[in-house]
Nanobody, 123 residues
């Protein structure tokens, strides 16, 4: 599946931003979708994941209560709403798709990746 992420930009600390990821597949609701991020000099880290039916959702502790993941299976899109952004949230954000039957935080369980979109939080 091909993934196209968008919505990144520069935002002041405390602000909000919404990322979107469009998927080119006829079986979008079969995939677990995840968001990851990678800051300069750091490893790619898990942000959030959502099951095909949206029944199961998981967040990294660092974003819990500030970020919301959602999906629209009719539009083949997944979104990441980010609130109360902090400088530590600055990173390239990637959406990813997984065939795994369970939500996972591990990078290597995701099969397809988007190209990434830069989020910069200025203090």
């Amino acid at each position: 599946v091909q993934l196209q992420a968008s919505g990144g930009g520069v935002v002041q600390a405390g602000g909000s931003l919404t990322l979107s990821c469009a998927a080119s597949t006829r079986t979008f609701n079969s995939y677990i979708m995840g968001w990851f991020r990678q800051a300069p000099g750091k490893e790619r880290e898990f942000v959030a994941a959502i099951s095909g039916s949206s029944a199961a959702i998981n967040y990294a502790n660092s974003v819990k209560g500030r970020f919301t993941i959602s999906r629209d299976n009719a539009e083949n899109t997944v979104h990441l709403q980010m609130y109360r952004l902090q400088s530590e949230d600055t990173a390239v954000y990637y959406c990813a798709a997984s065939w795994s039957p369970v939500l996972s935080e591990k990078v290597d369980t995701y099969d397809s990746w988007g190209q990434g979109t830069q989020v910069t939080v200025s203090s």
